[in-house]
Structures are given as C-alpha cells and as structure tokens.
C-alpha cells in the first residue's frame, strides 16, 4: 500500500535555529511530491513541486530536497511568522491527479 | 488574479439535512479536486471531476455523497442526510491541466453536524 510518513510530528524551535522535517514514502515510480503548508482553520498553501530525485526548490527560508525514497524541508533561521503544519503529498502512481497525504508536521516558532 | 473560491466557509446542519459546498476554481483551471479533513486526522482525498464529467471518485463514500462540475457555475459537493461523522473540514482544489500539475487549494468549507 502506498504509504507517506512525515517526521516529526511536532517541532518546536527557537527563533533562528535551523531544522529539518522529513517526508518519506512508499510509492513506487513517483510522480510529483508537493509541499504545503497550512495555518489554522486555513486551506494549504502551496509551497514545491519535486518530481525527480536529486531535485532541489528554494524560498526564502525553505529549502525542499527530494530522494529517491524521502523528501526534506530545511527551515533556515526560521522566524515566529514559520509557525505552520507543513504537509507532504505525493502524486499516487496510475491516478488522474490523486495527492496522498502525510500526517504533518506542526511547527512552533518561538521569539 | 482570484485563488479558488469556497462557499460557505461554514456550514451548520442538523442531522438528516442536506448539505451542499460551493468550489469555484481558480481562472484557467478546468481541474477540481476535492477533499475532506476530519478533526485530527490528514488531508483525504474524494473526488477529482474535470467539465460535465467524474474522472475519479475512488475516495468518495458510495452512498449519500455525490459530486458535479457542471458546464456552467461551480463544482458542488452533496452530502445528503447528513450525520455527525460528516463533520469535518472540505477543500477544493484546482489545476489546469495535467494530473502532475500543482493544486492550489481553497480556503475550506467546515461542516458541523448537530
């Protein structure tokens, strides 16, 4: 069964330190793997696309990466404004367009 | 340049009513996807329709739920008799074309069952 995992479940940093959340996943012959982030009581906002490995999108202060087996969101120097559950989905093989979703990663940034 | 449009944003329903949601896509998109969040769970995916027609609707619950993308007006989501497990959070989502192209969701239609 096509699976997508996101780690860790919760994140709490201070203000400026850097981390990672992770996002691996099962499915076989990817397609596209997207990010997204949403605030409370809001729709996701789209963040990246990857569709191959070794690919890499930058803005501002997030850097995605994508592997063969797992995609990174590198938070640098985040600021309180990052505080967000960031989302990863993956475009499921022999669909018509359907996202499966991780779990999320809620993120907390503190001054 | 309007994201996509969702309406309402809430939607108060007492058991066996009916429920419709309202998703407008962004201009230039002829692509919508729908999904559901129930609380404390992820992003579910339930139905993706083009113009005039269901491409995919492997995530929808048989009964009681149906979806339209009419030639004209906006895509709607039907629940009837609804119950209190249908309440959660609905999104729509839009692309323009292809299936690996981004969907950019809306701001989210959420439905109390009382």
């Known amino acids: 069964e096509d699976q997508v995992t996101q780690s860790p479940e919760a994140l709490r940093l201070q203000e400026g330190e850097s981390s990672s959340l992770n996002c691996s996943y099962t499915?076989?012959?990817?397609?596209?793997l997207f990010w997204y982030r949403q605030d409370p009581g809001k729709g996701p906002e789209f963040l990246f696309t990857?569709?191959?490995a070794g690919e890499e999108k930058e803005k501002e202060r997030l850097k995605a990466t994508l592997t063969k087996k797992e995609s990174f969101l590198h938070i640098t120097a985040p600021k309180p404004e990052d505080s967000a559950t960031y989302l990863c989905?993956?475009?499921?093989?022999?669909?018509?367009?359907?996202?499966?979703f991780g779990a999320g990663t809620q993120v907390v940034v503190t001054p | 340049n309007a994201g996509v449009m969702q309406n309402p944003r809430h939607l108060v329903r007492r058991r066996g009513q009916e429920a419709r949601l309202r998703c407008s896509p962004m201009?230039?998109?002829?692509?919508v996807y729908w999904y559901r969040q129930l609380p404390e769970e992820g992003l579910k995916f339930m139905v993706y329709?083009?113009?005039?027609?269901?491409?995919?609707e492997s995530g929808m619950p048989k009964e009681r739920f149906s979806a339209e993308f009419p030639k004209e007006g906006p895509s709607i989501l039907r629940i009837q008799q609804v119950v209190r497990g249908d309440s959660a959070a609905y999104f729509c989502?839009?692309?323009?074309?292809?299936?690996?192209?981004?969907?950019?969701f809306g701001p989210g239609t959420r439905l109390t069952v009382l």
């Open positions: 989502a839009s692309s323009p074309g292809t299936a690996e192209d981004t969907q950019y």
């Open positions: 499915v076989s012959g990817l397609r596209g």
């Open positions: 989905a993956v475009l499921l093989p022999d669909s018509w367009g359907k996202l499966q």
């Open positions: 329709l083009q113009k005039e027609n269901i491409i995919d």
């Open positions: 990857l569709y191959s």
């Open positions: 201009k230039g998109h002829s692509h």
